[in-house]
């Protein structure tokens, strides 16, 4: 599926800088941009018929373009909804699982008095306080 989407992509770009290129190049109603750059309007680059050839190519790569438009628009959802439904499963995952933290065996320290385990719903008794 990822070749897939740079394929398309690669593919829709090279067509867009043609597509481009290809209506630079024709003369418009007013001249055009060969005008801009000093061409005149009655000689033309490719022969006298090459307005009818242009035309006819533009609408040729214009429909190529529409089509890998909507290939890459649909290439596109479908890889969103992958990654979507991955980043969920693996959301249910680390819930589910989560980690624990391993405890180790504490020891007491010389000096120090070992800890009793009381009961439930009791509390431990006060220490001593001794008043000045």
Known sequence: MTFLFYLTTTLFILVCVFLIL???IQKGRG???SSAFGGSGGN???GSKT???LTWATSIVF???LLLAVALN???DKR???QAQADELRMKQNQEAPLKMPTLPRESLPGEVPSTTLPPNTVPPAPPTTQP
């Open 44 to 46: 033309t680059a490719f």
């Open 31 to 33: 001249g055009g941009l």
């Open 80 to 82: 969103n909804i992958q």
């Open 22 to 24: 290809l209506v630079l």
């Open 63 to 65: 429909g190529i373009f």
């Open 51 to 53: 307005g009818d050839v």
């Open 74 to 76: 649909l290439i596109a």
